[in-house]
């Protein structure tokens, strides 16, 4: 079973103060992704990876940046936080890159105060 | 890029009683229609899922139907039970032949009446 593993459930941040999230796959997946969750909105792509240290913009990038320097690691970097980024981030990674089922991690709940 | 609508945002069920959850899509190239449950506090997980060569897919209780005439796709749950009671979302591929993730919908959340 693939396991999608995000280190932080729960993650407190000041407003300007530079965040990592991290993710890890163990499933030798080429493909991983940020999503943003809110109510009423859905899920929302912020970024995402086809490959090592390949990046593209999904469709809500604006203010966020990523890391991707091994297979099974992407991060996603939050350069100056800032409260309208409060929010759940979930990690996800596929075999392909659209016509395959996406793998989730648990999410971490980021409040920016 | 794709853009996908879900119908209805909420929607309340007697148990036993069935569901349909509805979503259109703007691409016709699109070929990858999946289905996500996420339980409250839980991850997004993969229930059901339909290519455009078929028109519709069954496991048990859950189908899936796709018209791609219409653009269009839905979810049908039958005999519902307190289980199923989840927020629902549909998903469509982000750029319509197969690349660069997936463009989900708003979410149904679905309520199973005792």
């Known amino acids: 079973d693939v396991k999608v593993t995000q280190s932080s459930r729960y993650l407190v941040k000041r407003t300007g103060e530079k965040v990592f999230l991290e993710c890890v796959q163990d499933m030798d997946h080429e493909n991983m992704f940020w999503y943003r969750q809110d109510p009423g909105l859905g899920l929302r792509l912020i970024y995402f990876s086809y490959d090592v240290k390949m990046k593209e913009k999904g469709d809500i990038p604006e203010g966020y940046s990523v890391s991707r320097e091994k297979k099974e690691r992407f991060s996603l970097i939050l350069e100056s936080a800032s409260t309208n980024q409060t929010s759940m981030y979930l990690c996800a990674s596929s075999w392909d890159r659209g016509d395959s089922p996406l793998h989730f991690g648990n999410g971490t709940r980021l409040t920016v105060t | ?114």
């Open chain 2, 1 to 114: 890029g794709e853009n996908v609508e879900q119908h209805p945002s909420t929607l309340s069920v007697q148990e036993g009683d069935s569901a349909v959850i509805k979503c259109t899509y703007s691409d016709s190239a699109s070929n990858y229609f999946p289905w996500y449950k996420q339980e409250l506090g839980k991850r997004p997980q993969l229930i059901i899922d339909i290519r455009s060569n078929v028109g519709e897919k069954k496991d048990q209780r859950i189908a899936v139907t796709l018209n791609k005439t219409a653009k269009h796709f839905s979810l049908h749950i039958t005999e519902t039970q307190p289980e199923d009671s989840a927020v629902y979302f549909c998903a469509a591929p982000r750029r319509g032949g197969g690349a660069d993730g997936l463009t989900f919908g708003k979410g149904t959340h679905l309520i199973i009446q005792p």
